[in-house]
């Protein structure tokens, strides 16, 4: 299983990127959840979540997603997912998430989509 990690900079004040690797499970979504938690609590609700490096979701790593995105919208931000690898984007085809999220191919269409 490949060592999960993630990575956090800020793009923008006020936009922050978070890079997911490995795999997103019941077992790691926790420290997922308490990184968005971290940026929402420094004000920041604009987030670029890079899923390039993500090899596999569960819907227990699904489920932060959608437990924050309304947190993010609520306070005039949002969560765009980059660049999903096929796995990961299939999995949100069959949850249905594809309608609720937004994705980007890169870095710059995600930050002007949260620009807008």
Not at 36 to 41: A, R
Not at 50 to 72: E, H, Q
Request: with cysteine; proline share 3%.
């Amino acid at each position: 299983m490949p060592d999960f990690a993630i990575e956090t900079q800020q793009i923008k004040p006020g936009i922050r990127f978070v890079a997911v690797r490995g795999f997103l499970d019941a077992h790691t979504y926790e420290e997922l959840d308490k990184t968005i938690s971290e940026c929402f609590d420094q004000g920041v609700h604009k987030l670029v979540v890079d899923l390039s490096r993500l090899d596999y979701i569960s819907s227990a790593g699904a489920g932060v997603f959608i437990g924050n995105i309304g947190t993010a919208q609520d306070n005039d931000g949002n969560i765009i997912l980059l660049n999903p690898s096929q796995n990961v984007r299939e999995i949100f085809d069959l949850l249905g998430l594809t309608q609720i999220f937004t994705f980007a191919q890169d870095v710059d269409s995600a930050v002007r989509l949260l620009e807008k």
